[in-house]
């Protein structure tokens, strides 16, 4: 029974799969709540609304009510429509019946062989009883005539007993028969219901999420209000430590990169995805030619960009070809514990990447140990422009970028938050209350991924995720402006 089992679950789970992503992750991957906006200004605030299967997703302006752009999905009842659905579901309700009869089947016949078993030494008395009156027949009185009566007396049981298990026998033919007719519909199905539309089912999903992904950047980009709770993706690792993917937007490369330890590491770990590192499965160990210092490393359109050890040089290493692309020492930058982030480990420079583009945060003694926050060019690794956050890094837990905004968190244990801000756009910053669950305690890593538009933290040896939201405003023209 368990072939046709499995076939059921795969044609189902991936209906289901698909029906649940549609209905729950697509409104949760844009990210977006309708709110009010903001008195006395021109922007809008874009919200997401479903209104109705023919319709699909829309994002809209709260002001003007605009449709910036719709992502149509398929009715929520297409796959429940589907004849093959319809029989499938059949058949998984028939082996359910089939799989709890079977189960009341098994335990009476236990309890009818422990019955059988506890008679056999009543049966074995009786027959000896006979062959005794049989070859002695002369000898018997009514003592052992009643003593005969009552052996056979207590096997009366045992005919209901050979009856009942007579009937289950016959159950177990019928059972057998149904069994074998669900077979030849599971057979047909399966011709019907080919890889073919696996492979349309998965299809249609990622442009979806193409689609998706299009009309979230529309939307441009947003200002963090709130971190989900934590998702552990998995435990593994030292205390300290980092991973990674790709942040380039428009990359489709899935890879998961770790780097284990902040003090003197060389080994590189990749999974091919991110379901492959949760379960520790088919991976690659990479050598890098330098070692490396502390957590602050980011992979950015196919290279690790990384801190060389003891040193303020930062190293871009290619990861198709596996050598070193540009060493270029970031002027002035501290490093060896100089100006870490609170919680030590070697994290004088934080490499980091956001919409814009490739960013280090360190600090000087020059500046007194503020924050110090550049745009790199992603191949020369120079700096292009510099902003003193005035924050003293010392004071910062962790820190990550997201649109051109630096956020900082007060500490790197329990009760932790995003404590500061610094806009690069206005050259200003402010105090913010922006709190998350800190839940192994010791986070050595924070980082933002532009692509999934989620935080990676390496959290005490646990690696995990949180899901943001932003608030996004688009620029629109005062109502006494013309087109």
Known sequence: MSVPLLKVGAVLSTMIMVTNWMSQTLPGLVGLDPHIARPG??????????????????????????CV?????????VCGGDPRHTRLQQISDQLLNISQHMEILSQRTTQDLQQLRDSEMLLETLERRLNTAHEESHSLTSKSLQELRGSVSQCRPLRVLVGRLRADVGQLEALKEELQRLNDSLSILQERFTLHHYLQLQQRQFILQQHLHS???????????????PLTIRSSGSRFGSWMMDSVIDSSDNRVWV???YFKGRRLVEYQSLGDFATGQNFIVHHLPHLWAGTGHVVYNGSLYYNKHHSNVLVRYDLSSGGVLQQRPLAQAGFNNTFPYSWGGSSDIDLMADETGLWAVYSSIGRGGNMLLSRLHPDSLEVLRSWDTGFP???????????????VTNSHLAGAKVHFTFHTASASYEYTDIAFHNQYSHISMLDYNP???ALYTWNNGHQVLYDITLLHFIRTRRANSTD
Do not use: N
């Open 259 to 261: 780097m284990d330890g």
């Open 393 to 407: 890094k010392r004071s910062a837990g962790e820190a990550f970028l997201i649109c051109g905004s630096l956020y």
């Open 69 to 77: 752009c719709s992502i149509m999905t398929p009715a929520h009842g």
């Open 215 to 229: 009309c979230s950047s529309q939307l441009g980009c947003g200002r963090l209000t709130g971190i989900s709770a």
């Open 451 to 453: 692509r999934v538009r």
């Open 41 to 66: 200004t021109s922007e809008k605030i874009i919200s997401v609304s479903y209104p109705g299967e023919e319709e699909g997703w829309q994002v809209y302006g709260s002001v003007q009510g605009k």
